[in-house]
Each structure stands twice: as C-alpha cells, then as structure tokens.
C-alpha cells in the first residue's frame, strides 16, 4: 500500500523501504543467536545416540540378535515417527495461542531433557555377556576353546553362541544394563519433544535474522545440523565402547542441559529483529 510522505509525494511502499534497507550495517543478536545455533546442533547431536547405537544397544544390553534388534527399532522407530508428525501438525495452533520461547522450552527442551534421564541404567544384574563358540551344523563343541582349535574341525565355524555385551568392552562386567521399559519410557518422551524444538529453534532463528536476504544464514544453521550428524555417530560410538552406557548418556545430556542453560539466560532476547523505517 502506498504512503504519503512529509512532503506531500507519494512515497514507496513499506516492502520497498524493507528492500532499500542495507542489512549489512544491521547485524542479528549473535549474543542471542549463539545459543540458538548451539542448540540446534546438541538437539540433532544427541539424536545421533538414538540413531547409531540403537541396535548395538539391543544386542549388548538385551542379548537380541541382529535380526530381533532391527525388527525392534524398526517398529519404535515407525510409531515415534506417527507421534512425531502429530506434534508438527500442534504446533502452529499453539503458537498462536502461545509463545513460541515458552513452547520450545516446555514441549521442547524440557523433555528432550527428561527423556534422556531414562537412558542411565538404575541398578540391577549387568547385561548378559556375548559367548562364542565352535559351532558344527547346529551343534556347539564346548570342548573347542578357541578358533584355532575349531579351524582343525572340517565343516565347523567359530561363531557367536549367545548374543550380549562383547567382553572387550570391560565396562560390561561392572555397569548394570539398561531397563527396556526405562528405555521405551525415554525414547516416547524424547520423540515428544524432538519435533517441538527443531521447528521452534529454526522459527525463534529466522525472526531473529529478521527480513533479511536468509538463504546463507538458513543455509549455516542447515550446516550446522548435518555437520552435528557427521560428528556425533563418531563421538557416541567412541564414548560407548569405551566407558559405557553411563558416559555416552552422560555426555550428551550434559551438552543439551548446557545449551539450554544458555537459551534460558538470554530468553529475552530471543525476538525478532527491530526493523528501522
């Protein structure tokens, strides 16, 4: 819609004037922004433990074959996604009714957080160890003790008995194993709040840059997301076969709870762009 100006003349439009603006003399909250970006990346790292470790951690802890554990992951995998896409078709209406920091702090973060407590082992037996043994057709020679002695026998394969916890991962004799239903617990609350902070953090992101040219800046915050996904398969990977159960889970929780620290600190500021006119 047009405008009339202090002289009289018709001036440009308000889109125009927004295009007239020289954004690089107007520079986005980094201080507010920080968080926002590290936020996003612990959000898509710490998703990167489901991911990864989810069928090692079926085998070690629970003593499933590979088969029992991808069945198992592939159906929780298929109903978190169904519970997933309800929660991304609330969330508009709630902005609306609601604001989105409180939103991605309350239905985000906050469980995000939650669920994760649930991934600790509380006590009990250890998991049940991984046993290999020479195997000839569908008998086990028990009396076999090592592979060189099963290599002398003609058509037996030194293979695994009993699925469990590999005993080069010493961590397994002393740290009790995982509950299932502490597991399944977990996995329903984070699938809960993985949607809400994705979509909140991006929104709070791209208000925050404001009507700027954002194809770099989304681009950035987009590579920020995948470079959490390169990195964080290697970093829980090597944490879990190392030090464990307690260390892996510890690590990332205590990454996503400093970030969300830091997004509680500068919550204020956390609003879109003032536009100069």
Request: aromatic share 12%; net charge positive; hydrophobic share 45%.
């Amino acid at each position: 819609m047009a405008q009339v100006n202090s002289d009289g003349d018709i001036g440009k439009d308000v889109t125009s004037k927004k295009e007239e603006i020289n954004w690089s003399k107007i520079p986005p909250d980094y201080i507010g922004i920080f968080p926002i970006v590290s936020g996003f990346f612990f959000i898509f790292f710490g998703y990167s433990l489901l991911e990864t470790l989810a069928t090692p951690v079926m085998i070690d802890q629970f003593g499933m074959d590979s088969a029992q554990a991808i069945k198992t992951i592939g159906v929780s995998t298929a109903i978190s996604s169904v519970v997933a896409l309800a929660c991304f078709f609330t969330i508009p209406a709630l902005c609306k009714r609601f604001d989105e920091r409180k939103i991605l702090i309350g239905l985000g973060l906050v469980p995000t957080l939650l669920g994760r407590v649930f991934f600790f082992p509380f006590g009990g037996p250890i998991a049940p160890m991984r046993i290999e043994g020479c195997m000839l057709n569908t008998t086990a020679l028990t009396d076999l003790a090592n592979k060189a002695a099963c290599s002398n026998v003609p058509n037996a394969v030194w293979s695994v008995l009993q699925h469990g916890c590999p005993k080069e991962q010493t961590w397994c004799f002393e740290i009790p194993a995982l509950s299932g239903i502490a597991l399944g617990i977990g996995y329903a609350i984070c699938t809960i709040g993985y949607p809400y902070s994705v979509v909140l953090l991006q929104t709070i992101f791209s208000k925050m840059v404001g009507p700027r040219p954002q194809g770099v800046w989304m681009g950035f915050l987009t590579g920020i997301s995948s470079l959490a996904r390169v990195v964080g398969p290697f970093f829980v990977t090597f944490i879990y076969t190392k030090y464990g159960t307690i260390a892996t889970s510890g690590a990332v929780t205590g990454l996503i709870f400093i970030s969300f620290v830091c997004i509680l600190v500068v919550y204020k500021r956390l609003v879109p762009i003032k536009i100069p006119y």
